[in-house]
């Protein structure tokens, strides 16, 4: 099946600055790409995503980049707020069925 | 944004009793997902489900677990009986078709004893 790794498992960052956070998937079948943020004790929630036809999407200050043919995908965060800590999760599905394999998680802290 | 309602958010058991982990998902959605999450970790695939069958499922479910929804009532999961390596969280989600984005409800806690 499907495997996802996700690096780095802890980033910390100061307000204002960038964060990134890769992902890279193993079945080329794979052509849909969620990042999920989860705070503690809620439930994760669909922050962006992209699709394989697309290379690059933006909403607000989250990018995400998809490089098919290396199989990774990427989240960045500019400028970075408070509010933005959390764990974030990439995860990616193909086929007919829609399973997300997720990454293993994110915990990005971001210091004022 | 559409909800999916987990009942309860948190269920204490003994090892051994049975327990049912109940989702009511988005109204118009027809794909069903269950996800267990150990704390600190990511959320692993259990069971997905659709027209009244399970489409696919992972070795993390195992043959204890059943799932089903009967006649558009909540979507369930049942854990009968219950093992210590059972706690953790679950997560149900649904989405409209296999194609569409995945929607999680808050989770239920569950402690076996």
């Known amino acids: 099946g499907e495997q996802v790794e996700q690096l780095p498992s802890i980033l910390r960052v100061q307000e204002g600055s960038s964060a990134s956070i890769n992902c890279s998937y193993e079945?080329?079948?794979?052509?849909?790409f969620p990042w999920y943020k989860q705070e503690p004790g809620e439930n994760p929630k669909l922050i962006i995503d992209i699709r394989s036809n697309m290379e690059r999407k933006q909403i607000q200050e989250l990018i995400v980049l998809l490089d098919k043919k290396a199989k990774r995908f990427s989240l960045h965060i500019t400028d970075t707020q408070p509010g933005d800590s959390a764990m974030y999760f990439c995860?990616?599905?193909?086929?007919?069925?829609?399973?997300?394999?997720f990454g293993k998680g994110t915990k990005l802290s971001v210091k004022s | 944004g559409p909800k999916v309602l987990q009942i309860p958010s948190h269920q204490i058991i003994d090892m051994g009793q049975m327990v049912t982990l109940n989702c009511d998902p988005v109204?118009?959605?027809?794909?069903f997902y269950w996800y267990k999450q150990i704390l600190g970790q990511q959320m692993e695939f259990l069971v997905n489900?659709?027209?009244?069958?399970?489409?696919?499922k992972s070795k993390l479910f195992k043959d204890q677990f059943s799932v089903e929804r009967p006649d558009g009532s909540y979507f369930t999961l049942k854990i009968q009986p219950t093992a210590l390596e059972d706690s953790a969280v679950y997560f149900c989600?649904?989405?409209?078709?296999?194609?569409?984005?995945?929607?999680f409800g808050a989770g239920t806690r569950l402690s076996v004893l």
């Open positions: 989600a649904s989405s409209f078709d296999s194609q569409n984005t995945l929607y």
């Open positions: 109204s118009n959605h027809l794909y």
């Open positions: 079945d080329s079948a794979s052509n849909y």
């Open positions: 489900f659709y027209n009244g069958k399970v489409m696919e």
């Open positions: 995860a990616a599905s193909g086929g007919s069925n829609a399973k997300l394999t």
